[in-house]
């Protein structure tokens, strides 16, 4: 079973609009993390927001919120105000603190377009 | 600056010819995880490493090899490449291999293709 699910294979979005990237997840692990990546065309991954599971309030980082619905599984990343720049794949990834060991699962990633 | 370095960057090689990718980081990070990128099945784990001399299988071990005789580094190796395994590769580190709140730092990434 998929364990992080991105529905979203791409989305489009005009400049200084917002835009919600869906992820949701699948766990039986009460501790885990879910983190969310921005995958630019020259390839590097950077990371952008966490959320812990016991984290009562939603993550914020800038211009990045995660929306954190822990009873539907869901952790979308939501992006104010989207600039040109923010064009690229974007990945969720869980990991859980039972014994993943670490482990980051990937979801399938979300190419997102900002239009001028 | 703290990072992750991979290399190299782009390798085309031919089916059989050993090659390794290597990565350091400076951020003296006790895990270090490589992964493998394909399109439409997102990151997949190949290896990964808790500490010095420790070192697990991932989802996607087979036909790899890596160790970690220092902390800093954490060599991928392909003894005996085959084209199924051209990728984008990564490599990541993070504090400890423990807990589920560290973000993992990503090197650059390898482009490798196998002929």
């Known amino acids: 079973a998929q364990k992080i699910t991105q529905t979203q294979p791409g989305m489009f979005v005009q400049e200084k609009e917002a835009v919600t990237l869906d992820c949701t997840y699948d766990?039986?692990?009460?501790?885990?993390?879910l983190f969310w990546y921005k995958q630019p065309s020259s390839g590097e991954m950077i990371f952008l927001i966490y959320?812990?599971?016991?984290?009562?309030q939603n993550a914020t980082e800038g211009r990045y919120s995660l929306n954190f619905q822990k009873a539907r599984k869901s952790a979308n990343l939501v992006i104010s105000a989207s600039q040109l720049g923010d064009s690229a794949m974007y990945f969720c990834?869980?990991?859980?603190?039972?014994?993943?060991?670490?482990?980051?699962?990937f979801g399938q990633g979300t190419i997102l377009t900002v239009h001028p | 600056e703290a990072q992750v370095t991979q290399n190299p960057r782009y390798l085309i090689t031919v089916t059989g010819k050993k090659l390794t990718v290597t990565c350091s980081q400076n951020m003296n990070h006790e895990y270090m995880s490589w992964y493998r990128q394909d399109p439409g099945l997102g990151l997949r784990q190949i290896y990964y490493s808790m500490n010095v001399e420790v070192t697990d299988k991932g989802d996607v071990p087979e036909g790899y090899k890596v160790s970690r005789k220092e902390k800093r580094n954490f060599p991928l190796i392909l003894e005996s490449p085959s084209p199924n395994q051209t990728s984008l590769y990564f490599c990541?580190?993070?504090?400890?291999?423990?807990?589920?709140?560290?973000?993992?730092?990503f090197g650059d990434g390898t482009r490798l293709s196998i002929l």
């Open positions: 959320q812990g599971s016991y984290d009562q």
């Open positions: 990834a869980m990991r859980e603190g039972g014994t993943s060991y670490g482990k980051l699962t």
């Open positions: 766990t039986s692990d009460p501790s885990y993390g």
């Open positions: 990541a580190s993070s504090l400890t291999g423990t807990g589920h709140n560290q973000p993992q730092h």
